[in-house]
Structures are given as structure tokens and as C-alpha cells.
Nanobody
């Protein structure tokens, strides 16, 4: 199993940048592909970005491509989401998730979830 704790959320203005971090417990972090998802009020949770176990492959939702960057440090058991050029529509609770083996954009394929961190972008 793996436990996940997100941090780094906050209130920013449109155009600002923010970096979210997700810290994972356990010694086998490199077994897990990692993903970031977000849920805005009244909306379903949606995929944001994913990264393969060794960090050699990444995948992004079209809505964030070119603005967000996902990365990981297996030595530190962390995965980050660098968010640039933030827009009000990026406002949501952001959660990291883990699944063994291959990365995925499908929420239901992730077995482990963090509690989430709030990101609010004002216009």
C-alpha cells in the first residue's frame, strides 16, 4: 500500500504559477505510476496529468497541456505538479493518485488517493 499527502495549494491570481507536491509513504514508490486529478465544485473529478513509474513518460489533459508539468523524484517519494499561467477555470481540489504498473488517465484505475489540496485562481 501507499499513502499520499498533497500540499502546496492556495489562492493565486490568474496568470500566476503554483507547484503542488504529493508525498508518498512506503519504500516501493517506484512501483507506482502517479496521476493528478481535480474536481471543481459541481463537477466530476477529471484527469489532469500522469507520469510513468520511472518518470520517462508523461501524459496531460488537453486543458492543461503546455501550462502544467508533472514530475517525480523516486528517491524522495514525491510527485509534483508545476502549474503555470493559471486560469480561473483551474480552480478545484487537486488530488494525487497512485496505481501499480502503467500510468492511466482513468480515475477508476487508481487504487490509492490523497485527501486533496485546494487551488483557487482569482480573475
Amino acid at each position: 500500500q501507499v499513502q499520499l499527502v498533497e500540499s502546496g495549494g492556495g489562492l493565486v491570481q490568474a496568470g500566476d504559477s503554483l507547484t503542488l507536491s504529493c508525498a508518498a509513504s512506503g519504500r516501493t514508490f517506484s512501483r507506482y505510476a502517479m496521476g493528478w486529478f481535480r474536481q471543481a465544485p459541481g463537477n466530476e473529478r477529471e484527469f489532469v496529468a500522469a507520469i510513468a513509474r520511472e518518470g520517462d513518460y508523461t501524459y496531460y489533459a488537453d486543458s492543461v497541456k503546455g501550462r502544467f508539468t508533472i514530475s517525480r523524484d523516486n528517491a524522495k517519494n514525491t510527485v509534483n505538479l508545476q502549474m503555470n499561467s493559471l486560469k480561473p477555470e483551474d480552480t478545484a481540489i487537486y488530488s494525487c493518485a497512485a496505481r501499480e504498473r502503467l500510468m492511466s488517465s482513468r480515475e477508476r484505475e487508481y487504487a490509492y488517493w490523497g485527501q486533496g489540496t485546494q487551488v483557487t485562481v482569482s480573475s
